[in-house]
């Protein structure tokens, strides 16, 4: 990685183009919009050649690290490898062309995917119908919530404005809750990090919608108590959401709807492979129950009872549009491939393989990180902090935050770090199922010399990074005097 | 059989469980209720060698047919040049996470700052954020927004002449946040000023959201608005294509608080819906409850000019159900296609496919007239997009068009009809749109000429 | 240690008010900045709003966290501290010398809930 210092706007020149369009024949140019509707002058943009652009956008790639330049441990981000082929179908030429609006007879292919893209996803979660229209996960947590909702309204129970999450919840759970105009409460983790069934069972009452949950949690443990959890909020009239962000430990292996989960959304750039993107887009597809398929957003594929041909619904008592058309699509055609790749025999080592690799980090590096719960992990597992951190003396003290510079002078992406929030050193890795033996010994490594470093010199870390492009951003000049463009 | 994503080999397997303590691959899931274990067949296809899955995509892609584009309402049919894709494939933006680790980051996170500056530049505002989902829900936020902006107020005025997917999503989440929306009808094509004033001095109104060029084309005269809603103590919000704000009044020259709109007509392709892209710019005064990432400028350790996602206190990793909104992602791949498409266009790019698309759709516009198969709809100025009374039963003329080739004539209720045309189209797709709708007639007039006779 | 400052009444959200006549002027207090670490924003109402006791009146914002203002007590804001808008590092420099708001009583009698700097002092210790 280089660190280059441009910005596109610092290589404009007055004059210069970078776009190859016809001549103008048209007798009519946009000159002829009335004056009180124009704009005045040009947009403020560059004026920069083709091979300006091209270069500049390649020396800024030259920054940024993916899962492609090397290992990608983001706890709760499941950062595996993304194939190519998937990058290939989603660009074919036969469904970048199609508008979302042509007829429903000239986008059969597209709706087969579409289709054939929930059937699967229904037959690895044991839901009963999905819609793939959410653009990301905080968007399916959205619209979970906008059915849940509405399926107590549906029942004329008005009440049901409070909605149960765990302490250990990622914050968008919350949020998404709030945007939906529901109340949150939290339910406490136990020193084992589960929900503490003792501290639910007094919330469960007429006036819970239902409850948000990750299984396995944020720890990476697997609630073990589910089975009392779900009885017991179904039992009060509630609904058991499931935050589809742990889904890779279970891939293959356990279903949500096995579970007795009645709605859940899907990370398809975690789960199914679509790349991230640099932070989108992804897709966040919701699976419901049967009893509540009726209210998924429109549209929806359906099929004519007539023709048996493939079409695109409105559902009058649904949640809503929540979309502008039908979904990140392309990203949609990414998973449909991942899937294909997979098949039925790949797709049943996924949690596995995913759940070995977590098991087999967290175990060759617990003597030197503190593990807050001694337990079989799933696909992830938190340590809180090292264990020799010379805690208490401010000039030598090494918090997670050193930890995760240093590992990036060492060619590794850091871990997310401070999540949860349950443990003030939070330093949370998710390895996924795509990486070697070799790799995960090489991170293994880094980190048991990090912690050495720690000891023996430890402003080593505390200055870190020092191999990186830039090293340590003032983040508090960031935010009290923004200056957010050029 | 190995698998190509999965490296493990049985040795690998065996040193594994070893060091956690494992004999087999089953014990990974003790802690799981055995009666939980899925032991049956998944219902999807056994796994494909990638010569089968292009050939399953090239048998799907032929069950599509691809059609000459002269639609638009709300994704159109841009050119976009060969560098975005190229530059969007580079693995290390693909592939990367949100950059919250800057120093491994700072591609992402330039690419963004550029991204705002640019967003913000075409509409004339003072801030950008790094982009939402889409359209639709960028609208959605800004209503969202401006409840937030106008403390103990919650109803918001949409005009009736936006896009219909963009009303429907604002009713969407206005429906389950409690915020109440009074649809403002439309007098001539266009959003009723009056009926906004009326319904403003009640003093409950947060926002009003209305089109800069609407779901007829038309591009709205907003004199007037920004008085009367500032005066109300309510926020104007403007939802505009961005393209053509390189060539139309900007909503920062109609003196609005937010923007909002779908960028995907700056170099993303059609794709069926999506991935697009929804901006969402504001005043410099309510920048802290601009929802979404936003990035910043700052410097490193060393004063190295640096970048990094800022004011993250708005956000919901931090503020939980107090966030500004739940989103904690943008769309940052489609952020980079505008960026580079931008830089390529420029300002001289941006007005030439202005002018192309303008040229194209008012020579469309007047051929159509001329077939005196269509009458005018309201006679006000447009850009790109327009409509017409259809003199041919409209099911009869699209259907027309499709044996041709040609997705047109999108129905807008009643006898009304729109057409779109991009830079993208060419004169002898128009005007082929144009004989076939004069065949379309002739053969009308054959069928009731027959009819009679029968 | 935190620093309290003598004279000033405090509420269990950490902030103190300096009462003068039907006027309370209101900050918060030196544990309060130093949980916070550097602020970089202060949210405040605008003159004229009112403010009710026990509910949020604004907000503190450092870089990776946010923390709500509760007013101690309920009347109309008279005046902001504007100085806080381009330097809100004053709250950390010296937090019982820059206040946030200003606040015309309208129940004086409201204040008598708040602790004094000794009981504050217990009040934190019990805390830690």
Known sequence: ?486 | MGFAYFPHTDEDIRTMLGRIGLESMDGLYSDVPEDMIFKGDFEIPDAMSEMEIRRRFSELAAKNVGLSVFCGAGAYDHYSPSVVQAIVSRPEFLTSYTPYQAEVSQGTLRYIFEFQSMMAGLTGMDCSNASMYDGPTSAAESVMMSVNCTRKKSRVLLSGTLLPQVIEVVKTYCKFHGITVTEIPYKDGCTDLEAVRTELQAGDVAGVLVPGINRFGIIEDLTGYADAVHAAKALLIVYSDPSALAVIRTPGEWGADIACGDAQTLGIPLNFGGPYLGFLCCRQEFVRKLPGRIVGETVDADGKRCYVLTLQAREQHIRREKATSNICSNQSLMALYVTVYLSLMGPQGMKKVNDLSYGGAHYLHAELLKTGLFREAFGKPFLKEFVLHSKLPVERLQKALLDVGIFGALSCGGDLVSFCVTENRTKEEIDRVVSAVIRCHIDRCRDIVNANLK | MSKIAEGLLYSGSHEWVKVEGDMAVIGISDFAQKSMGNIVYVDMPDEDDEVVKDEEFGAVESVKAASDLYSPVSGTVVEKNAALDDDPGLLNQDPYANWIIKVRMSDPAETGSLMDSAAYGEFLEKQA
Not at chain 1, 68 to 75: I, K, M, R, V
Not at chain 1, 233 to 244: E, N, Q, R, S
Not at chain 1, 249 to 257: D, F, I, M, Q, S
């Open chain 1, 1 to 486: 990685m280089k660190y280059y210092d441009k910005l596109i706007f610092e290589l404009s020149k007055e004059g210069r183009t970078g776009f190859s369009l016809p001549e103008n024949t048209w007798p009519e140019t946009a000159d002829n919009i009335p004056d009180g509707l124009k704009r005045s002058g040009y947009p403020d943009l560059p004026q920069v050649s083709e091979p300006d652009v091209v270069r500049h956008y390649v020396n800024l790639s030259n920054m940024n690290f993916g899962v492609d330049t090397g290992f990608y441990p983001l706890g709760s981000c499941t950062m595996k490898y993304n194939p190519k082929i998937n990058e290939e179908t989603a660009r074919h030429p036969g469904f970048a062309n199609l508008h979302p609006l042509q007829p429903d007879e000239t986008v059969q292919g597209a709706l087969q995917i579409y289709s054939e893209l929930s059937d699967w996803l229904c037959s690895l979660t044991g839901m009963a119908a999905f819609t793939l229209n959410p653009f990301a996960g905080a968007h399916g947590e959205l619209t979970g919530l906008m059915i849940m909702r509405s399926y107590h309204m549906s029942r004329g129970d008005f009440k049901r404005t409070r909605i149960i999450v765990p302490d250990s919840a990622h914050g968008t759970n919350p949020a998404s809750a709030a945007v939906c105009g529901l109340e949150v409460v939290q339910v406490r983790s136990t020193p084992q990090g589960v929900i503490d069934i003792d501290d639910l069972r007094p919330l469960l009452d007429d006036t819970v919608a239902g409850i948000m949950m990750t299984n396995p949690n944020t720890l990476g443990l697997f609630e073990t108590e589910i089975r009392e959890i779900e009885a017991s909020v179904h039992a009060a009239g509630g609904l058991l959401y499931y935050d589809g962000a742990n889904m890779n430990a279970l891939l293959g292996k356990v279903r949500p709807g096995d579970m007795g989960f009645d709605i859940m959304h899907l990370n398809l750039h975690k789960t199914f492979s679509t790349p991230h993107g640099g932070g989108g887009p992804g897709a966040g597809p919701v699976g419901v129950a049967a009893r509540l398929e009726h209210l998924l957003p429109s549209p929806v594929v359906g099929k004519s009872p007539e023709t048996g041909k493939l079409r695109t619904e409105t559902r009058t008592q649904g949640a809503g549009r929540i979309s502008g058309f039908m979904g990140n699509f392309g990203v949609l055609m990414k998973a449909y491939t991942y899937i294909l790749s997979l098949g039925n025999e790949n797709v049943r080592k996924t949690g596995p393989f995913s759940v070995l690799a977590a098991n087999y980090v967290k175990e060759s590096l617990k003597d030197r990180y503190k593990l807050p719960v001694e337990s079989l992990c799933k696909h992830e597992f938190v340590f809180d902090g090292l264990r020799e951190a010379n805690a208490g003396d401010p000039d030598r003290e090494v918090t997670t935050l050193d930890v995760a510079k240093r590992l990036l002078d060492y060619g590794f992406h850091a871990p997310t770090i401070y999540f949860p929030l349950l443990f003030h050193q939070s330093i949370m890795i998710e390895p996924t199922e795509t990486e070697s033996i070799e790799t995960l010994d090489a991170f293994i490594g880094a980190m048991r010399t990090i912690a050495d470093e720690a000891v023996s010199d430890p402003d080593l870390l505390r200055s870190a990074p020092h191999n990186t492009p830039v090293r340590r951003p003032d983040e508090t000049r960031a935010a009290t005097h923004p200056k957010l463009k050029y």
